[in-house]
C-alpha cells in the first residue's frame, strides 16, 4: 500500500488535487494579491489564486473588468517572491482570453513564465476551444461557472445561477465540456447547493465552491472576506474569521494617538549615540557662513 499520502509535501500539484477529489479530502483555497498576504496564506491553504478580485478588493473598481494583464502580472510576481507551497494559479481577466487563440495562449504563457504553475478562466461552451488551446500547450487551465463576475453585465448584477431547469441543466453540460476539453479543477461560483453537487458527483475532476454549498470538493473565498479586512456588506456565502478592518484600524489609531501625546516613539524605539559621541555634539556649533 502506498504512503505516498502521508510524506510532507514540498510544493502542491495538480495530481495531489486529483487524488484527494478521489479520497474525499477537501481542497482549500484562497486568494492573494501580495507577498505578505501570499506567505499569511501559504502553507495553511492548497491553492492561492492571484484573482482579477484584485480590482475591486483592493484597487477600487466596481468590479474586475477594468484589470489589465499588466496589472495581473504585477499583483503575480509578488506572490510568486513569497515562494508559496500552495498551488499558484493566475486569474485570466476581462479580454485577455476572448480575442484569439494566439492572444490568449501569449497572455497565459506569460503568466506561467512568471510563476504562475495554471491559470483559471470563466465561461462554459463559448472558451472551450480557448481552454483546448491552452492545454494542447501544456498550460493548466482551471475553469469557472455559475456566478462570473466578468460577464456582470449580461447577468444583470451579482445574482445567483442555475435556478432554472434550462440554466441549470445547461451548467451541468458545461461543467462536462470543460472536463474533456482538459480543465484539471472547476470553480462553481453562486449556484444551487443541490445543482453543485450534482455537478461534483458526476465529474471526474474537483469543483470548488464559492457560494455553492458544502457538498464540493473544496472551498474559496477571497482572502479579505476571511479575515473581515473590507467594509460594508457581506454576501451570504462569505464567513468571516476576523474583523481585520476595524482591529486594523483601532491598531493604527492607537500609534496615532501614542504620537500625537509624544508617546510614541519611546526609549526602546530609539537609538543611543555611543559614549562620549553625545558631548561632542553638545558643544558643537555652527561654522560662521560667508
Request: glycine share 10%; with cysteine.
Amino acid at each position: 500500500m502506498s504512503h505516498v499520502s502521508e510524506q510532507p509535501i514540498d510544493r502542491i500539484t495538480i495530481p495531489f488535487l486529483h487524488r484527494w477529489k478521489q479520497d474525499g479530502r477537501r481542497i482549500v483555497m484562497t486568494t492573494a494579491y501580495d507577498a505578505v498576504a501570499a506567505r499569511i496564506a501559504d502553507p495553511a491553504v492548497d491553492i492561492i489564486l492571484v484573482g482579477d478580485s484584485v480590482g475591486n478588493v483592493c484597487l477600487g473598481f466596481e468590479n474586475t473588468l477594468p484589470v489589465s494583464v499588466a496589472m495581473m502580472n504585477h499583483h503575480l510576481e509578488a506572490v510568486v517572491r513569497s515562494k508559496p507551497r500552495a498551488l499558484l494559479v493566475a486569474d485570466m481577466p476581462f479580454l485577455s482570453f476572448h480575442v484569439s487563440v494566439g492572444e490568449t495562449i501569449r497572455n497565459a504563457g506569460g503568466f506561467l513564465q512568471r510563476g504562475a504553475a495554471a491559470v483559471k478562466l470563466e465561461g462554459g461552451g463559448k472558451r472551450i476551444d480557448m481552454v483546448r488551446a491552452l492545454v494542447d500547450c501544456e498550460i493548466p487551465v482551471m475553469g469557472h461557472l455559475g456566478l462570473m463576475p466578468q460577464s456582470v453585465n449580461v447577468m444583470g448584477g451579482f445574482k445567483v445561477q442555475g435556478r432554472k431547469a434550462d440554466e441549470a441543466l445547461r451548467l451541468l453540460d458545461d461543467a462536462h465540456r470543460l472536463q474533456e476539453a482538459g480543465c484539471f479543477a472547476l470553480v462553481l461560483e453562486g449556484i444551487p447547493a443541490e445543482l453543485a453537487a450534482r455537478a461534483t458527483d458526476s465529474l471526474t475532476i474537483p469543483t470548488i465552491g464559492i457560494g455553492a454549498g458544502p457538498y464540493c470538493s473544496g472551498q474559496v473565498l477571497v482572502f479579505h472576506d476571511v479575515l473581515g479586512l473590507t467594509e460594508g456588506h457581506r454576501p451570504k456565502f462569505v464567513r468571516a474569521y476576523a474583523e481585520g478592518f476595524q482591529q486594523l484600524h483601532d491598531a493604527l489609531s492607537r500609534w496615532a494617538a501614542d504620537v500625537r501625546c509624544g508617546a510614541f516613539p519611546g526609549p526602546q524605539e530609539s537609538y543611543r549615540l555611543p559614549e562620549g559621541i553625545g558631548e561632542a555634539i553638545a558643544n558643537w556649533m555652527p561654522s560662521n557662513s560667508i
